[in-house]
């Protein structure tokens, strides 16, 4: 992937990247597969479940350094240079509204 954006002179042209989450995890430095913090954004518990979908707010990502909180290599780019790719953005919410609502209610029982 670094040789990829050498290539292209990603550097040289200040491009911002759109891809899929798992590029943009990979292009960061994060560990993939299922780990306990998979967000790039903030400190998100992927392990506590008691917490989600009650807690709304978690902790931004204030550094991304290797060794620190399943940062596995130093970013290839910038954080601020990438954007999220809104498909995936829209299906999330929608799968998150679904497992939110109320499975008995008429609301549920409509969809």
């Given amino acids: 992937m670094k040789q990829l954006l050498q290539y292209i002179k990603c550097d040289t042209y200040r491009w911002n990247i759109c891809a899929d989450l798992k590029v943009i995890t990979l292009l960061l430095g994060l560990q993939l597969g299922y780990t306990k913090f998979p967000c790039f954004l903030c ?36 954080s601020l240079r990438i954007l999220l790719p809104p498909l995936h953005i829209k299906l999330d919410l929608m799968k998150n509204f679904v497992k939110a609502m109320d499975h008995n209610g008429t609301a549920f029982l409509y969809l």
């Fill in 43 to 78: 400190e998100w518990d992927s392990r506590d479940k008691a917490h989600h979908y009650v807690e709304r707010i978690w902790p931004a990502r204030k550094i991304l350094e290797p060794g620190h909180k399943n940062i596995k290599h130093h970013s290839l780019v910038e």
